[in-house]
Structures are given as C-alpha cells and as structure tokens.
C-alpha cells in the first residue's frame, strides 16, 4: 500500500525533512526557504518535452544550486538528425532564478529576469514558461530561432511524489509530473519552420525540486497518445529516492489516473535491444522497440552526467484500476536511464 497525500500540508517538516507520499495534484506546499540543506544542493528545474512521431523538442530552465542552464534542443528522432542543440550556462545562480513553487497555479518563468545575475548578454537568449487556469505559452528566442508552443491539459490528473533519500535526512525529491497535455505550434529559423499540430502532439512537464546526494541513478519513461480515441498516458521510473511509501507509477485514461506500486525496467545488453516493463500486481506488461538513443555527457570539474534517452514505439496491456485491460499499440514516446554524478 502506497500513502496518498490528501490533505494540504508542507513539503518539509521543521527539520527539513519530506513528508514522503504521493498525490494527483498540488496537495502540498513547497517553500524553497524552508529547505536546511547548503544552497548549493539545492536543486530545482522546469523541463518541458514537445513531440509528435517523429520530431521532439526539449526546453529547460533549471539550477543545480552552484550552476544554472537554460537550453533548447530540437531533432527528428526518426531520423537521427539533431537541429538544434543550444545552452546557456549560468555559474552561481542559487536562488536567482526565483523558480515557482506550485507547477500548477498560473505564474510566469522568464530568463533572463531584470537584474538576473552573470547573464551573458550577448547570447540574446529569452525563455518564458507562462501558466494559466487553462493553457501553458511556451516561448523561446535564441540566436535567429523563434519557438512558441501552447500546451492544453487533457487530464486533470497529475502524478506528484514527495520522497526522502536515504544517504541523508535532509535530502528530498519534490516532483510534479504532468502528461496528456495536446501541443500545437512552432520552431522557426529565417529559413526552415518546424510544426507541432494538437491533433498528434503532446507535451510533457517534468518539475522537479530537491536536495539530492550527489551520486543517482534513475530510470524513467513517459508517454501520451490516444487508444481507440481517448487519451492515454503513463508516467513510470524508479531510482528517485527511497520508493517504499509511495512510487511515481501510475496511468492516465480518459480523464482519471490509476495508480500502480513498484515497476521493474529490463533492458538487455545493448540500449537498441527492446526495453520491457512490468510491475508486482501483474497489471503492467509494456516494450518499447527504440529507434533512437539520444545520449548526452556533461562532464565538467566534478559533475559527471551520462544519460540514454530512448525514443521509439510501446506496445503491450496496462490495466486500470477498475481491472479494465488496455491494448496498448505503437504509443511513440521514451524511456531513459541516467547516472549522474552532480
């Protein structure tokens, strides 16, 4: 049995620990400034994925406490071709960024903000995230490039986990995951235009804020699509903090969410092989055939970061909570698997 957060409350205790649990919406209430940890474990990001069955774009703004980024990436994972592959690194950021502190009530994230410390001008880079009741306006102007995308949820559901580490009790994860988002609009150059149409695009948020030791490594996979008409969507992983009172599994179908305890992730021996993904009740049997690695290093000083993110199609059942099986087919999404040294 996992705990389900029902009732409003703090992220963090007096002590700074996690209340540790899982719930379908913003139930609690996270306050950067009662975290006890150093500022530069302090982690905290917006990360927003825009794809279709072939093409994929990624927007971030995010810190690491002692390192911020900023950064956009655009590729056809259909036929390996990357477009574009920008970031912007921000040394010493801390708390500058002023990241929001609900992922679900409307507010604006802009980089750069007036005064916003070790800004390199000359990048002429402007990123703005704004949430509304209804919509979210992505947009993005970068060295000749022009993206604006509009997000519309489809579930009211959402998967948020508030987990503890076990390597110290200060450590937390914080994370709202919001999927079965429609995606519609563009990434322009002076001389190409890429599209995204709501009729097959989806969007993704994944919105994360922590304390985290400095050595992890974690699997996640996401995804949303239409069976038969209604949109379907799962989020699953593990490896973000200690699992036991609560896991990041769970479906989305038609409007509801339906929870799953702990998921297994087999790969085989090379990251190309079929990934398969099951969980302990018997109600998960999905495989993602890949037909793309976007693999990414960062290696700098003592941060050491590799990550595969597969793309490619799931196939297999998923049952509801009701015990209604669902025929899961050619769902293009990911899944990944990252170790990080941060």
Same mark, same amino acid.
């Given at each position: 049995?996992?705990?389900?957060?029902?009732?409003?409350?703090?992220?963090?205790?007096?002590?700074g620990r996690p209340f540790p649990g899982?719930?379908?919406?913003s139930t609690l209430i996270y306050h950067?400034?009662?975290?006890?940890?150093?500022?530069?474990?302090?982690?905290?990001?917006?990360?927003?994925?825009?794809?279709?069955?072939?093409?994929?774009?990624?927007?971030?703004?995010?810190?690491?406490?002692?390192?911020?980024?900023?950064?956009?990436?655009?590729?056809?994972?259909?036929?390996?071709?990357?477009?574009?592959?920008?970031?912007?690194?921000?040394?010493?950021?801390? %708390?500058? *960024?002023?990241?929001?502190?609900?992922?679900?009530?409307?507010? /604006? #994230? !802009?980089?750069?903000?007036? $005064?916003?410390?070790?800004?390199?001008?000359?990048? %002429?880079? *402007?990123?703005?995230?704004?949430?509304?009741?209804?919509?979210? /306006? #992505? !947009?993005?102007?970068?060295? $000749?490039?022009?993206?604006?995308?509009?997000?519309?949820?489809?579930?009211?559901?959402?998967?948020?986990?508030?987990?503890?580490?076990?390597?110290?009790?200060?450590?937390?994860?914080?994370?709202?995951?919001?999927?079965?988002?429609?995606?519609?609009?563009?990434?322009?150059?002076?001389?190409?235009?890429?599209?995204?149409?709501?009729?097959?695009?989806?969007?993704?948020?994944?919105?994360?804020?922590?304390?985290?030791?400095?050595?992890?490594?974690?699997?996640?996979?996401?995804?949303?699509?239409?069976?038969?008409?209604?949109?379907?969507?799962?989020?699953?992983?593990?490896?973000?903090?200690?699992?036991?009172?609560?896991?990041?599994?769970?479906?989305?179908?038609?409007?509801?969410?339906?929870?799953?305890?702990?998921?297994?992730?087999?790969?085989?021996?090379?990251?190309?092989?079929?990934?398969?993904?099951?969980?302990?009740?018997?109600?998960?049997?999905?495989?993602?055939?890949?037909?793309?690695?976007?693999?990414?290093?960062?290696?700098?000083?003592?941060?050491?970061?590799?990550?595969?993110?597969?793309?490619?199609?799931?196939?297999?059942?998923?049952?509801?909570?009701?015990?209604?099986?669902?025929?899961?087919?050619?769902?293009?999404?990911?899944?990944?698997?990252?170790?990080?040294?941060?």
């Amino acid at each position: 049995m996992e705990r389900e957060l029902l009732q409003s409350g703090p992220v963090l205790d007096k002590k700074g620990r996690p209340f540790p649990g899982f719930s379908r919406k913003s139930t609690l209430i996270y306050h950067r400034s009662a975290i006890k940890a150093p500022p530069w474990r302090v982690k905290e990001w917006d990360f927003y994925q825009i794809s279709n069955d072939h093409l994929c774009l990624q927007l971030t703004i995010g810190h690491a406490g002692y390192a911020g980024q900023v950064s956009l990436m655009l590729f056809d994972f259909q036929k390996g071709k990357k477009y574009f592959d920008l970031c912007q690194t921000i040394p010493l950021p801390f %708390g500058s *960024f002023h990241m929001p502190e609900n992922a679900e009530k409307p507010h /604006t #994230l !802009t980089y750069p903000r007036p $005064g916003f410390p070790n800004v390199d001008k000359k990048a %002429g880079v *402007f990123m703005s995230f704004d949430v509304t009741a209804g919509r979210r /306006t #992505l !947009t993005c102007r970068w060295r $000749g490039l022009e993206a604006v995308i509009y997000l519309e949820r489809q579930n009211p559901d959402s998967l948020v986990i508030n987990l503890p580490f076990d390597e110290y009790e200060q450590a937390f994860y914080y994370n709202h995951k919001i999927n079965c988002m429609t995606a519609e609009g563009f990434v322009r150059t002076p001389k190409h235009e890429w599209k995204f149409d709501k009729k097959d695009s989806f969007g993704i948020l994944d919105w994360g804020r922590g304390v985290w030791p400095f050595h992890n490594e974690w699997y996640w996979s996401n995804g949303s699509g239409y069976l038969d008409g209604e949109m379907f969507g799962f989020n699953l992983g593990c490896g973000f903090g200690n699992t036991d009172i609560a896991s990041e599994n769970m479906l989305f179908y038609n409007g509801k969410s339906h929870k799953l305890g702990k998921v297994t992730f087999t790969l085989g021996n090379d990251y190309m092989e079929p990934w398969h993904f099951t969980d302990d009740e018997g109600r998960l049997d999905l495989w993602l055939t890949p037909v793309y690695d976007r693999e990414t290093k960062i290696k700098l000083l003592w941060v050491d970061n590799h990550c595969h993110q597969m793309f490619g199609s799931f196939s297999g059942t998923a049952v509801l909570d009701d015990g209604t099986s669902l025929n899961v087919k050619n769902v293009i999404s990911f899944a990944e698997h990252a170790v990080n040294n941060w």
